[in-house]
């Protein structure tokens, strides 16, 4: 098989490649949504994944788009990983999620590295092509056949980082661009939201973290990239306002947790919008003073659903129908009585 490497760093479309790929096999063939020899699959891999909310999630988009697929989950241990890759392309699965630990191990297995999963250096997302007859590259979700092509080649895409924006959009309902922002915590998550922060065009960004030398790792690394924002290790002064603080943390997903935050040195009456990471507990104890405080605050549950919408979107080269798999994710993580 010749090798696929130099296809490596091309800029892949996010949706559909091929435009006159049509959706066929994977069309429902019968009303009861049945399983049957046509049926395409697309799962998620991680260790642990018992508690994975995607399967609930993805498997409600598919039955809206009354796809004949079905969206697994598998344990896999990271010294299998490649085994378990190679076993999805071999299949032909329509495509795969990677979650804890295998983001960063993905990276170096797929054919070709979309752009964004290069700039953050972690894969959640990989697509199955096939080459056709006349050598086209088409997604295997969108073939006609999947059955008939010569070769199969996986393109491997991030989807977390525009999430974290489309969520403070969408959720918090906050446009970005000339923004004072606070940011808590500078870990993996904290790094990626503060460089997509600063690439809305924010005005200042306050990075406050416990171990001040990751902090000023990131503020470096955002005066290299996006040197017109401002960058602070402190909080703001006194009395400034804040348009949205955000919680980066891990501190909040245990009950007795400190709060992210020193209430000496921020009064939350300034702040205008809190955004918090963490979606269980659905209310943390920093947004819960947020909000008595005033603000407009969101949970990271919008991350979680607008990584998948992405995924499926990336697979199918159609619009995924959003409403349906918050309902599905919402369920699935608070339970249907749950007002959160
Ligand atoms: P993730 O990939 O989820 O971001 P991480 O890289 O381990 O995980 O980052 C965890 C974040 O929570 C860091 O900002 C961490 O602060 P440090 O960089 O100082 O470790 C922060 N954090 C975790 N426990 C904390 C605690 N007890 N007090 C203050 N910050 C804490």
């Known amino acids: 098989m010749p090798s696929l490497k130099p296809y490596i760093n091309l800029k892949i479309q996010r949706c559909a490649v091929d435009t006159n790929a049509r959706i066929k096999t994977s069309v429902l063939s019968n009303q009861n949504n049945k399983l049957n020899a046509s049926t395409l699959y697309a799962a998620v891999y991680g260790h642990p994944i018992r508690h994975s909310a995607s399967p609930?999630?993805?498997?409600?988009?598919?039955?809206?788009?009354?796809?004949?697929w079905r969206y697994l989950a598998f344990d896999v241990l990271p010294e299998q990983l490649d085994e378990a890759l190679n076993g999805a392309k071999a299949m032909r699965y329509v495509g795969l999620n990677l979650t804890v630990?295998?983001?960063?191990?993905?990276?170096?297995?797929v054919d070709i590295v979309d752009p964004a999963a290069r700039?953050?250096?972690?894969?959640n997302t990989i697509r199955f092509e096939g080459q056709m007859e006349d050598e086209r590259w088409i997604p295997v979700g969108q073939a006609d056949d999947p059955t008939h092509f010569k070769q199969i080649r996986s393109i491997g895409f991030n989807t977390d980082a525009?999430?974290?924006?489309?969520?403070?959009?969408e959720d918090l309902g906050l446009p970005l661009k000339g923004r004072t922002c606070i940011l808590l915590g500078a870990g993996g998550a904290g790094r990626v939201a503060a460089l997509k922060l600063a690439s809305t065009g924010i005005k200042r960004l306050h990075l406050i973290n416990r171990t001040q030398s990751k902090a000023k790792a990131v503020a470096r690394?955002?005066?290299?990239?996006?040197?017109?924002?401002?960058?602070?290790?402190?909080?703001?002064?006194?009395?400034?306002?804040?348009?949205?603080?955000?919680?980066?943390?891990?501190?909040?997903?245990?009950?007795?947790?400190?709060?992210?935050?020193?209430?000496?040195?921020?009064?939350?009456?300034?702040?205008?919008?809190?955004?918090?990471?963490?979606y269980q507990p659905s209310q943390t104890?920093?947004?819960?003073?947020?909000?008595?405080?005033?603000?407009?605050t969101a949970n990271g549950l919008g991350m979680l659903l607008y990584q998948g919408t992405a995924a499926l979107e990336i697979w199918t080269?159609?619009?995924?129908?959003?409403?349906?798999?918050?309902?599905?994710?919402?369920?699935?993580v608070y339970g249907k009585l749950s007002k959160h």
């Open 317 to 332: 080269g159609q619009i995924a129908p959003t409403s349906t798999m918050r309902k599905a994710l919402h369920e699935h």
């Open 56 to 68: 609930a999630m993805q498997n409600a988009g598919i039955a809206e788009q009354r796809l004949n």
């Open 119 to 123: 700039e953050w250096g972690a894969v």
């Open 101 to 109: 630990p295998h983001k960063l191990l993905a990276l170096n297995w």
């Open 221 to 278: 690394d955002i005066q290299d990239k996006f040197p017109e924002v401002e960058t602070s290790l402190e909080y703001p002064l006194k009395g400034t306002p804040v348009d949205l603080m955000l919680n980066a943390t891990s501190l909040g997903l245990k009950a007795d947790d400190p709060l992210p935050l020193n209430l000496e040195s921020i009064d939350l009456k300034n702040v205008s919008h809190a955004y918090d990471m963490i």
């Open 162 to 169: 525009d999430a974290i924006l489309r969520s403070i959009d």
């Open 285 to 296: 104890p920093f947004l819960r003073k947020a909000e008595q405080a005033g603000c407009r």
